[in-house]
């Protein structure tokens, strides 16, 4: 003995989430799983709900890839998905926003890509055919021209007890723009709709290429995850970009800036979620966003460090009837972040991914 204080081995406190380490992604060889990974990456290039309209503070669902025909019933609800034309149909992404609660104003947006032109020509006419039809929901159900929407938008507007509701569908080669927008009076509605799809077309003209490789994870960055709980959640076991990423964000401007600042370039998810930096040197910025941006979001307080990590920054938001808990870790490279019922839950989590990422 030297007179210094001494430290036993780190225990870290796992619980049952230390042997949940996620699997790595299969190739995207079927058809749902190739056009779910397709619609991830189609993600990468859609309007993000704040810069449609600055009071659309809440991300919404649905908000997922759209991997086959019955997914689009998900979107535009109804008998749509049952129509010939979506047959034809190959993949797609939609994202839905609203006012903060359950008020008028609300945003549901996406972009459908179909294997031809022509079949896009026809979803757009015959879905906006479906959302016309009369039922004990709507009324004043009528088609009147939009200004300034693209040139081809198909248009609908009808009334609810909520409000007005404005539709547009703009087809753009096989690609077809869907845009939804309701508020309490229909110049606001149309203004969502008109402003969704000029910027939506922005980012689809030139048409993006959509990479045809099959690996969904070149990186392996699912690995630096705990799995989830197979409950069919679609953003489960993914990986986005950085865009697409964002877009799960409830304010996406900010959370894109921060991804970007920070030189990320995927972002995998599962039952936590794992951000790929530039460097190590990076990571603190984000991790610093990503504390704030719940904290701010909720109006939570810092909580307890997990035994033995330090390193790891955690929060709690308890309300009545409200809990919510959270942490983030850096790692090398690497920002994990958790999320549980408990705080306990939240911590045993970034535990367990601080060591799935270190070994990356």
């Known amino acids: 003995m030297d007179g210094h204080a001494t430290r036993g081995p780190v225990d870290l ?29 189609l993600a990468d290039h859609l309007v993000f709900p704040r810069d449609v309209d600055g009071d659309l503070v809440e991300i919404k669902l649905p908000l997922q890839p759209l991997a086959a025909p019955n997914n689009i019933a998900a979107v535009l609800g109804g008998t749509a998905a049952d129509l010939p034309v979506v047959k034809r149909f190959a993949y797609g992404y939609t994202v839905a926003a609203g006012e903060e609660g359950a008020g008028a104003l609300g945003f549901s947006h996406a972009v459908m890509v179909f294997d031809s032109p022509e079949a896009a020509e026809a979803a757009a006419d015959d879905f906006a055919k479906a959302v016309m039809a009369d039922d004990e929901y709507t009324t004043d159900v009528r088609s009147r021209p939009i200004a300034g929407v693209p040139d081809g938008t198909r248009t609908v507007q009808f009334k609810t007890v909520i409000g007005e509701t404005a539709i547009g569908f703009t087809p753009i080669g096989s690609m077809l723009m869907y845009s939804w927008g309701q508020a309490k009076d229909l110049a606001r509605a149309e203004t969502i709709v008109k402003t969704a799809l000029v910027k ?15 690996n969904a994870d070149p990186t392996g960055l699912i690995r630096g995850t705990v799995a989830g709980d197979n409950g069919g959640d679609p953003l ?9 990423a964002a ?24 039952g936590t979620h794992a951000y790929r930096t530039a460097g190590k040197d990076q990571t603190k910025g984000l991790a610093d966003f990503l504390l704030k941006y719940a904290v ?8 307890a460090s997990p035994r033995d990590l330090p390193s790891a920054r955690c929060w709690s938001y308890v309300f009545d009837y409200d809990a919510r808990h959270g942490c983030v ?6 920002v994990g ?9 939240a911590q045993q989590k970034i535990a367990a991914q601080s060591v799935f990422l270190a070994d990356l």
């Open 247 to 270: 877009l799960q964000f409830n304010d996406q401007p900010a959370a894109y800036a921060a991804m970007s600042k920070a030189g990320v370039t995927a972002v995998s998810q599962d």
């Open 329 to 334: 870790v850096e790692v090398d490279r690497y």
């Open 200 to 214: 939506q077309k922005s980012l689809l003209d030139p048409m993006p290429t959509i990479s045809d490789d099959r």
């Open 296 to 303: 701010g979001y909720s109006d939570a307080k810092a909580a």
């Open 13 to 41: 406190d796992t619980g049952e989430f230390g042997s949940r380490q996620s699997s790595a992604l299969s190739e995207g060889t079927g058809g749902i799983q190739w056009a779910k990974l397709r619609g991830i990456r």
């Open 236 to 244: 489960e076991r993914s990986v986005y970009g950085t865009r697409g």
């Open 337 to 345: 972040e958790s999320t549980g019922t408990t705080l306990k839950e």
